[in-house]
């Protein structure tokens, strides 16, 4: 495993003696400039935390691993797409059903007004008969004379 994250070493290193490849003219150039200027510190390739971030690194193994094993990840949906698919259809689910109400021939339409009239008209009657209990006697005359003047 450890050949394939390495490239080979070049031929030279290879060799039974002992001797080096030469170096890049760059560094001979900066050798060269150090000798002359013993005071500057040398310039130096800037390291670039992007192309170090281990974040980078596995992902581009992983599109390695994806692409040698013909692993089309472009094809699965992500999680915000299957939730928002998910909502549409719920939604559509909502709309039905309000169009099956709507699609009620009027009369039906008019028989649910009336019933829905008649619960409240039932609803507030006990409101009113719970009030009259917890009232006192006094009060409750009172009302029922306050009543008969409104009239």
């Known amino acids: 495993m450890a050949s ?12 039974d003696d002992d001797t080096f490849p030469e170096p890049p003219p760059d560094y001979e150039q900066s050798a060269q400039e150090e000798q002359e200027n013993p ?5 130096h390739k800037i390291p670039n935390p992007v192309l170090e971030s281990r974040d980078r ?6 599109i390695i691993f994806n692409a040698k094993h013909n692993i089309n990840v472009l ?5 915000l797409q299957k939730e928002l698919l998910r909502r549409k259809l719920e939604k559509q689910k909502k709309e039905d059903a309000e169009r099956q109400i709507s699609k009620r021939s009027s009369f039906e339409q008019k028989l649910d007004a009336r ?3 008649l619960d409240n008209n039932e609803r507030a009657e006990k409101i009113l008969e719970e009030k009259e209990e917890n ?7 009172h009302n029922k004379i306050k009543a008969k003047h409104n009239h």
């Not at 005071?39 to 310039?43: A, E, N, R, V, Y």
């Not at 690194?57 to 992983?62: C, F, S």
């Open 39 to 43: 005071g500057l510190i040398p310039p």
């Open 75 to 79: 094809d699965k949906k992500p999680e």
């Open 57 to 62: 690194v596995q992902l581009n193994k992983d």
């Open 115 to 117: 019933k829905e009239k």
């Open 4 to 15: 394939e994250r390495f490239p080979p070493p070049p031929p030279q290193l290879l060799e």
């Open 135 to 141: 009232q006192s006697e006094l009060a409750r005359v």
